[in-house]
């Protein structure tokens, strides 16, 4: 199997993640935070390591501003939701995946404005598009970092200054980019991670960091293990923004997949690939390779050929794992072009090698010339 | 170690649930639901397996019903801003933890109204004095079916038909006896699980249970793989209320610890244990232990003894693990009368033995004699 779906989850992951969700799981799968006793103080020291080690990949200069969500779906929505309210207009790409256009968009059922900066045709969105939206109801910006279905890099940096100078809120959405493209903290207001992506950590997992000094409200409320007299959640972050019992096991192998990050350069390796299936992907006669690639994600247009058969062919022939459709972005189909047939998407990841790359060449090729 | 903290998370875990986990990250780790290759399928396989056995446990005819959250917490959040509204009122308990306190108060910000039924000092809610509060705004009424603190548990059934003939929906939260209680899900509107508790799954799950024709409002939204040519998302259950990344490896988990309970009598190990427990601490002198204990929950109060330092030696000189102070729910302990102390609380599960029992019982009475 040549697993070429790396944008949707990383696949394998490194033997100590699953080492270390193993070991939470069999020796000490004590409740964190809930109990003083040796089980629980283990497994809440795994979770506070995890917070220190993704504070140093992103720069940031305090732990507890990480904070634990499920994924990064919820990491979005509890930003856009803890800071918008009635009144308030937020500005959104037209490149946003469903996690930001659906959670801006229920929104508006509480009188929430949602504008949408329109990117260009390889999926870039300039900030002088977003300043256009701008008015002095702008609460909230919200960019994606690079787009999962053609791997567009957006110029947050800009876009969050720009966002400073009116005293505007940003949200970078990093799922495809963490673990991956350097990014500094102190830049950005918040930024949401899906810790099975690029961070090479197990499903389960996403990281929401906000910056010191950003009190949002909360999108779920119940036990912290701390203040628990009261029946208003604790103001402090991270607990204020955790409660339940969070994914003990999925963060101390989310622990791992950060110090592996930290430690290898998954960056220089996906781009030596991607530059690979770039050069294959540009001779192929009858497919387009739309967007810009910056990160190792290729969407893939073809001339006469559906993708989804194209993708089925890909899987039962060839061994090899893609995705087809469309890919919870409807807007940034729009913007693309293609909304109404989706695309076939290439993601590479670490462990990717040459020759899977080379391999899933040829086997578009043949596909083309004989399928 | 002796570990009595059960009703914090069970431990150990069946090996079989470790196995799962394992297998999904080592060997099927593609994102399910969001690819249509080999990897996706066998994982998208086994989270529909789960929903199949927990319908089966709770006797739900529609696995579809079986909603997917990280923990109960979430389950619960959910259940109760999914249906009040401003203008609402809902009836909680006396005895709910702070995941049903903290999100319900939190609903008082948009006009909805909180009204607590009070238990008796055992921790048992009648359903008498929940209809005293019942009025025409009456929207929902939330009951924990087994106190986290004593075990007391609930007349649910009773609740729920009475909250049916008034037509308001029920939730009732089933952290503390999933698994172990049967239950009867046409006899409810909505039911909170906690995966890792006695459903003796891994962290990082949780479960609502939704009956057909109940459709609630989303608390987050994103993509599902479906529909996602729209900015809404879809209505059908359970892809309405699972936006994002689902826990794959941890509902693969799951799956086996739901196996397990379906084979395992739990409740009927957990009753002898339990009876040898109440036994041996009525017997020793300086001790109170309160509240009903009908699942294996011990609230324990001390004559003489902080509870926390009890909880510090039974750890640290004994190797038992049990939890002290005030356990997320501060109405509860204002119910019993335990909230300046807090109380030691041992919890028993399925792998604990008669002999842990006594360990923990002759440790108690040695901590009240000599330390």
Do not use: W
Not at 28 to 48: A, E, L, V, W, Y
Not at 51 to 77: C, G, Q, S, V
Not at 188 to 193: K, P, R, S, T, Y
């Amino acid at each position: 199997m040549i697993y070429l779906d790396n944008a949707a989850t990383t696949f394998p992951k490194p033997p100590e993640v699953i080492n270390a969700v193993n070991d939470i799981l069999t020796n000490h799968g004590g409740n964190p935070g809930r109990g003083g006793h040796f089980f629980s103080r283990i497994c809440g020291d795994k979770i506070f390591e995890c917070r220190e080690n993704m504070a140093k990949l992103i720069k940031a200069d305090n732990p507890e501003n990480i904070i634990f969500t499920k994924n990064a779906t919820e990491a979005i929505n509890l930003a856009i939701k803890g800071v918008v309210s009635r009144g308030d207009e937020i500005i959104i790409s037209s490149m946003e995946h469903n996690s930001v256009l659906r959670s801006a968009v229920n929104m508006e059922k509480i009188g929430v404005t949602v504008k949408i900066a329109k990117a260009d045709l390889s999926g870039y969105v300039s900030p002088q598009e977003i300043e256009l939206l701008i008015t002095d109801k702008t609460k909230m910006i919200c960019v994606i970092h690079a787009s999962n279905i053609v791997g567009t890099v957006n110029p947050i940096k800009e876009i969050s200054h720009l966002a400073r100078k009116h005293n505007i809120i940003t949200l970078i959405d990093c799922a495809q980019t963490g673990g991956i493209l350097p990014i500094n903290a102190a830049d950005f207001d918040m930024l949401a991670f899906a810790g099975h992506k690029g961070l090479y950590g197990p499903f389960g997992t996403g990281i929401l960091y906000i910056r010191n000094g950003l009190n949002i409200d909360t999108l779920i409320e119940g036990g912290t293990g701390s203040f628990s007299e009261s029946a208003l959640m604790p103001l402090s972050s991270p607990d204020r923004y955790e409660a339940g019992t969070v994914n003990a096991c999925g963060i101390a192998g989310l622990n791992e997949g950060i110090k592996f990050v930290l430690r290898e350069n998954v960056y220089e390796k996906e781009k030596e690939l991607s530059k690979r299936l770039k050069e294959l992907l540009f001779n192929i006669k009858g497919i387009h390779v739309l967007g810009k690639n910056d990160v190792g994600v290729f969407g893939i247009l073809f001339d006469n050929k559906d993708c989804v058969e194209a993708a089925r062919i890909l899987d039962e022939k060839y061994g090899i794992a893609s995705r087809a459709g469309l890919h919870c972005a409807p807007m940034a189909h729009r913007t693309l072009g293609t909304i109404s047939k989706g695309l076939l998407r290439l993601s590479v990841g670490y462990f990717n090698t040459i020759e899977d790359i080379e391999r899933a060449a040829l086997a578009l090729e043949k596909i083309i010339l004989y399928n």
